[in-house]
């Protein structure tokens, strides 16, 4: 009797030939142009480029927050083409994680209020020892009940780290997560987020412009003219990185 053939388990994210175009006729801007990437479970990558060669456009299309022109994007085994709006919302609140470079924490609440969130905002009712777990896998047991405004920029960036993975999500973006941090801050969030995909197999997807912060990543995708340029695997490290970057750039 022959055996069943395994269907393939999929990525947490899937593009398949991934184009938005913004605007009509003679001043329509292509932002990626058939765009093909998977980011498989466990893995760190950098996303890296020139100005205007289409990172940011390449995450909000990745995370469900702006829709391809063309082509397909798919989370955790779901096409986000076939949901209207409101199940897209659903599944990036479920599925999906951000972290910013501002941070974006409401100062009205406490570290833990902020961590609680997007639980809050989905109708369950936080679970103080899941809270309190989340904030000590970045540190920050012992800030719980501080404000924004009482605690340090690297602090923060990890408040937010921690409200991005409350809900468990099968992949993490960071746009540019070190941008607002000094060197020292940076290589501290740098590996926190490296040891949650080491320790936990968490998918981590990383826009940034520094060659130090991609370093850490498993593999660095290069974007220009919105398609992909090249990508360098098996933890380049920053001076090969910077190399390349630099070409393209002269390039650009």
Known sequence: ???????????????????????????????LD????????????AVMGPSGSG???????????????????????????EL?????????????????QSFNLVSALTAEQNVALPLRLAGHRPDPAQV??????VG??????????????????????????????????????????DITTSRTVLGLLRGLVDRHRQTLVMVTHDPAAAG???????????RIADEMADRPGAAAIASRMSVLEAAA
């Open 84 to 100: 209207d709006e409101t199940a897209l919302t659903l599944l990036r609140r479920e599925r999906i994680g951000f972290v910013f």
């Open 132 to 137: 309190a777990a989340a904030l000590a896998e």
């Open 216 to 226: 850490w990543a498993d593999r660095v995708v290069f974007l220009a003219d919105g």
């Open 1 to 31: 009797m022959p055996h069943p053939v395994p269907h393939p388990v999929p990525h947490p994210v899937e593009l398949r030939a991934v184009s938005r175009r913004y605007g009509t006729g003679e001043r329509a801007v292509t932002a």
């Open 140 to 181: 920050l047991a012992d800030r719980a009940g501080h404000r924004p405004d009482r605690l340090s920029g690297g602090q923060q960036q990890r408040v937010a780290i921690a409200r991005a993975l409350i809900t468990r999500p099968a992949v993490l973006f960071a746009d540019e997560p070190t941008g607002a941090l």
């Open 55 to 81: 990172k940011s456009t390449l995450l909000h299309c990745a995370a469900g927050l702006d829709r391809p022109t063309a082509g397909r994007v798919v989370i955790g085994g779901t096409e986000t083409g």
């Open 34 to 45: 058939q765009v093909t990437l998977d980011f498989a479970e466990g893995t760190m990558t």
